[in-house]
């Protein structure tokens, strides 16, 4: 059974996006601000979340109700190809495959995003990296489409910048490595651009830069269907 909290509405007409496995939503806030309408999924309760919250099964949902939304994104657990979570032995479910065979399931144009990882099992992925878009952290996330949406692989910049130490105070002049139990908690809400939320949220979360970059490719590839201006 699932429990929707109406969070936010957004009046006037705008292409409605599936947010899978949401946790925080950082990627949510990205897409709302490119101009759709969200609404997350997640087994666990996310009262942080800014929009519009359904807790359920994530796979469940899509299969069931997937065919209600113009765009789907999904970013499955990515801690059984994290590398800090293999070093420290734990164990945690593979769900690339099956969110993919649900996402394809649904005939609707889709993203699905992971760690570095897990690039062996994602299909001809398109890499983002916060210099990209102004973001001072490097932050490299991989999204496979699907559903007859494409995504051109943006020019990558040179990592010119250092980068803190994990878990150290990020001196001035260096990019944040905002992971694990870092430190500098405002900071990274200002960096990634997601003060709403807590450590836990930034430390897994996608910079909402990335998907609202992601949201405009999408918006321009549902106008012809949808009437919408991109």
């Known amino acids: 059974m699932t429990h929707p909290t109406d969070i936010r509405r957004v009046s006037g007409h705008r292409p409605r996006l599936l947010d899978l496995f949401c946790c925080q939503g950082g990627g949510a806030k990205g897409y709302a601000d490119a101009g759709f ?37 999904a970013s499955p657990p990515c801690q059984h190809d994290s590398e800090c979570q293999r070093i420290r032995g734990n164990a945690h479910p593979d769900l690339i495959a099956p969110t993919r065979a ?17 690039v062996p099992k994602l299909y001809g992925p398109v890499m983002l990296c916060g210099p990209m878009f102004g973001v001072e952290t490097y932050r490299h996330r991989y999204f496979e489409t699907g559903g007859g949406f494409t995504l051109d692989q943006p020019q ?7 980068q803190a130490k994990m878990g150290r105070p990020v001196p001035p002049g260096h990019h944040g490595q905002f992971v694990g139990n870092f430190s500098g908690v405002d900071l990274a809400r200002r960096v990634m651009g997601v003060p709403w ?25 549902l106008a012809p269907v949808l009437g919408v201006v991109a």
């Not at 666990?44 to 099964?57: E, L, M, S």
């Not at 939320?197 to 590839?221: D, K």
Request: charged share 20%; with cysteine; net charge negative.
């Open 197 to 221: 939320m807590n450590r836990e949220g930034i430390r897994e979360c996608i910079p909402p830069a990335y998907t609202e970059h992601i949201g405009r490719a999408a918006l321009a590839s």
């Open 37 to 73: 309408d969200v609404t997350g999924v997640d087994k666990d309760p996310q009262p942080r979340y800014p929009f519009r919250f359904v807790q359920a099964d994530a796979i469940a949902y899509v299969l069931a109700h997937g065919t209600e939304f113009d765009f789907i994104h």
């Open 156 to 162: 990558h910049p040179a990592h010119q910048v250092p």
């Open 102 to 118: 649900a996402l394809e399931a649904t005939g609707r144009p889709w993203v699905m995003e992971n760690v570095r990882g897990a």
